[in-house]
């Protein structure tokens, strides 16, 4: 079964701390990672997709970076406007006969905190 | 580019009705649709897959008859919670999937749903 496991559950940062949100995945045949943003109530946004071990995706002060058991996302310098939870998700090719060949396994989230 | 709405955002309806959610993409043909629901804190759960023109794709537990999934156009896919009862209530959230966009998912906003 996939398993993705974020962590911390909480973080929180003053405006300008840099840090990075971990991101372990337990898959067969991994597809892509993906990161999206979710502010409360709302659907999650979409900001990177990771292929293959090595790769390395940036958007203004977040990078994320995928290797062969974890992803990171990198957070430079953020700002308030950065707090959300950043969901990470997997897609693996489905081993059983029906469901669909797209699904995506979501770890629990990070909430993150930028105070001003 | 890769936008999707839904419709309602959010509804309260009494025990024993039935509830249908819009789902569009407004820029891009979908594909694949998909459907969650996501209680509070916790993290996005797959119901169910449509592809246009057929049947969905239910996730083992989900009960097929409950919730009634169409994707009739490569734009709208709708989900109708029937006889909803008050351990219905959640978040509902649409993702869509479109050719050129390799594997990624493109979600709604949500729609929140409370049955009394």
């Known amino acids: 079964e996939d398993q993705v496991t974020q962590s911390p559950e909480a973080l929180r940062l003053q405006e300008g701390e840099s840090s990075s949100l971990n991101c372990s995945y337990t898959?067969?045949?991994?597809?892509?990672l993906f990161w999206y943003r979710q502010d409360p109530g709302k659907g999650p946004e979409f900001l990177f997709t990771?292929?293959?071990a090595g790769e390395e995706k940036e958007k203004e002060r977040l990078k994320a970076t995928l290797t062969k058991k974890e992803s990171f996302l990198h957070i430079t310098a953020p700002k308030p406007e950065d707090s959300a939870t950043y969901l990470c998700?997997?897609?693996?090719?489905?081993?059983?006969?029906?469901?669909?060949?797209?699904?995506?396994?979501f770890g629990k989230g990070t909430l993150l905190t930028v105070n001003p | 580019g890769a936008v999707v709405s839904q419709h309602p955002s959010w509804v309260i309806c009494k025990s024993g009705t039935s509830v249908k959610i819009e789902c569009r993409s407004l820029?891009?043909?979908?594909?694949?649709m998909f459907w969650y629901r996501q209680f509070p804190k916790q993290s996005l759960m797959l119901m169910a897959t449509?592809?246009?023109?057929?049947?969905?794709?239910?996730e083992q537990g989900v009960e097929k008859d409950k919730f009634l999934i169409n994707h009739a156009s490569l734009t709208l896919s709708t989900l109708t919670v029937t006889s909803a009862h008050p351990e219905d209530s959640s978040f509902y959230i649409c993702?869509?999937?479109?050719?050129?966009?390799?594997?990624?998912?493109?979600f709604g906003p949500g729609t929140r749903l409370l049955v009394l």
């Open positions: 998700a997997v897609q693996a090719r489905r081993r059983d006969s029906g469901g669909s060949n797209y699904k995506l396994t």
């Open positions: 820029d891009f043909q979908a594909t694949t």
């Open positions: 993702s869509a999937r479109g050719q050129g966009f390799q594997e990624t998912q493109y």
């Open positions: 898959v067969s045949g991994l597809r892509g």
């Open positions: 449509s592809n246009e023109g057929s049947k969905a794709t239910y």
């Open positions: 990771l292929y293959s």
